[in-house]
């Protein structure tokens, strides 16, 4: 595996996975750092392969970073850090919790656990976040949170939001799966709402395998937090040997692992490296589209806020043979996402999100990932430039 400064100076496309129809470049790549092999060697060989000290160091340096006077709390998967800050926002069965209906479906799976009832709120049509004057619309004294969700590491338009939350003095949950390293109107992603979720899923910013940060800013909170992702036991009084000590809440087995921190700590001194380096190839690709006919990159005129640059998105006309273009000169796509709606389990497709249906058939997902240089960039935007 070349070191991150490499990447920038060489194009290593003989080093792609190979796609269905030969040699190209790959719409997602992990990036693995060369320490994290040695951080999980090192694991492998100590008392600790559960959660022990690394998870509690990788908590530390990534509040640290990224969770302003918050703490960080490291589970097993970006999901169960939805699940959980669910459970602490206090979430009831019955109550309605306004979501985007354009996101992972990991978003709303964990309602389905909990009874609560999903209200889906439009995208909107600039950055496929969420709707704010759809939030609006729907929010009531059912309401008990709105969840938002950065699509593609583009925050949301948090002022608003928090406003309309204030309003009716309930939280809102950040989905920040997409949006490590982002910044609104000077603040960091993880430091703004009561709860942000983070994902460090296999081809996230940085990821542990699988794994999950949620930053909680109510310090009173954490204690629950300890408990609840560990079968509701309270592992500090266990630890001193107290079997006195009851379990009176219902628990899940969310922790992280000492292997996922190793390579999340390895991660983490790489991580202005790598930040830098997906939002060059977004910047490349904002330079190289700008004025090509039938595409409109998504997310890229926002001077108050920063890109996480995990995705890049834009709409194109003739989705299929524009993929089918790509995919002629070796280049994958895909739209990655899909509106939630169109699930059975999650109440089947909706007529009340018109600017979903109106980007439905139009958005596309490009190359972004480590493994790939600026000069992957520009011929990738030399094809479309071609027409399709």
């Given at each position: 595996?070349?070191?991150?400064e490499?990447?920038?100076k060489?194009?290593?496309?003989?080093?792609?996975p190979?796609?269905n129809?030969g040699?190209?470049?790959?719409?997602?790549?992990?990036?693995?750092?060369?320490?994290a092999?040695q951080?999980?060697?090192?694991?492998?060989?100590?008392?600790w392969i559960?959660?022990?000290?690394r998870?509690?160091?990788?908590?530390k340096?990534?509040?640290?970073?990224?969770?302003?006077?918050?703490?960080?709390l490291?589970?097993?998967?970006?999901?169960?850090?939805?699940?959980?800050?669910?459970?602490?926002?206090?979430l009831?069965e019955?109550d309605?919790?306004?979501?985007p209906?354009?996101?992972?479906?990991a978003?709303s799976?964990?309602f389905?656990y909990?009874?609560v009832?999903?209200?889906?709120?439009d995208?909107?049509?600039?950055?496929?976040n969420?709707?704010?004057p759809h939030?609006?619309?729907l929010?009531?004294?059912k309401?008990?949170?709105?969840v938002?969700v950065?699509?593609g590491?583009?925050?949301c338009?948090m002022?608003?939001?928090?406003?309309?939350a204030?309003e009716?003095?309930?939280?809102?949950?950040?989905?920040?799966?997409?949006?490590?390293?982002?910044?609104y109107?000077g603040?960091?992603?993880?430091e703004?709402?009561?709860?942000?979720?983070?994902?460090f899923?296999?081809?996230k910013h940085?990821?542990?395998?699988?794994?999950?940060?949620?930053?909680?800013q109510?310090?009173?909170?954490v204690?629950q937090?300890?408990?609840?992702?560990?079968?509701?036991?309270?592992?500090?009084?266990?630890?001193?040997?107290?079997?006195?000590?009851?379990?009176?809440?219902?628990?899940?087995k969310?922790q992280m692992?000492?292997?996922?921190?190793?390579?999340?700590l390895?991660?983490?001194?790489?991580?202005?490296?790598i930040l830098?380096h997906?939002?060059?190839?977004?910047e490349?690709?904002?330079?190289?589209?700008k004025?090509?006919a039938?595409?409109k990159?998504?997310?890229?005129?926002?001077?108050?806020?920063?890109?996480?640059?995990?995705l890049?998105?834009a709409?194109?006309?003739?989705?299929?043979?524009f993929?089918?273009?790509?995919?002629?000169?070796?280049?994958?796509?895909?739209q990655?996402h899909?509106?939630?709606?169109?699930?059975?389990?999650?109440?089947g497709?909706r007529?009340d999100?018109p600017?979903?249906?109106?980007v439905e058939?139009?958005?596309?997902?490009?190359?972004?990932?480590?493994?790939m240089?600026?000069?992957?960039?520009?011929?990738?935007c030399?094809?479309i430039?071609k027409?399709?």
């Open positions: 595996m070349k070191n991150v490499a990447l920038h060489e194009k290593p496309m003989n080093e792609l190979v796609m129809d040699e190209g470049i790959v719409l997602f790549h992990p990036y693995v750092p060369k320490a092999i951080g999980v060697t090192d694991v492998l060989q100590s008392r559960g959660q022990g000290p998870v509690a160091q990788f908590e340096e990534f509040s640290h970073r990224f969770a302003g006077s918050g703490t960080s490291a589970v097993g998967s970006g999901t169960d850090a939805l699940h959980l800050a669910y459970l602490l926002a206090g009831q019955g309605e919790v306004i979501t209906v354009f996101t992972c479906t978003t799976i964990p389905l909990m009874g009832k999903i209200v889906f709120a995208v909107d049509p600039n950055t496929l969420i709707s704010v939030v609006r619309e929010i009531n004294e309401t008990k949170a709105i938002c950065h699509y590491g583009l925050p338009d002022t608003e939001l928090l406003a309309i204030n009716y003095n309930i939280p809102v949950i950040e989905d920040a799966a997409h949006a490590l390293g982002a910044t109107k603040k960091k992603i993880g703004i709402s009561p709860f942000t979720m983070f994902s899923q296999a081809i940085i990821t542990t395998g699988d794994g999950g940060m949620l930053i909680v109510n310090k009173e909170l204690a937090a300890e408990r609840i992702r560990w079968f509701g036991i309270d592992r500090s009084n266990k630890q001193k040997g107290t079997w006195e000590n009851d379990i009176w809440e219902v628990g899940y969310y692992t000492d292997i996922s921190a190793a390579m999340g390895a991660a983490l001194q790489e991580f202005d490296l830098a997906r939002q060059k190839l977004f490349a690709y904002k330079v190289g589209l004025g090509s039938g595409i990159l998504i997310g890229a005129e926002y001077a108050d806020r920063t890109h996480a640059a995990w890049c998105t709409l194109v006309e003739k989705r299929m043979e993929m089918k273009f790509l995919r002629d000169h070796k280049i994958e796509s895909g990655v899909y509106r939630n709606d169109r699930y059975s389990i999650l109440g497709r007529d999100l600017n979903m249906d109106a058939e139009n958005y596309i997902v490009l190359p972004l990932h480590m493994h240089t600026v000069e992957d960039v520009e011929y990738i030399s094809v430039k027409g399709w």
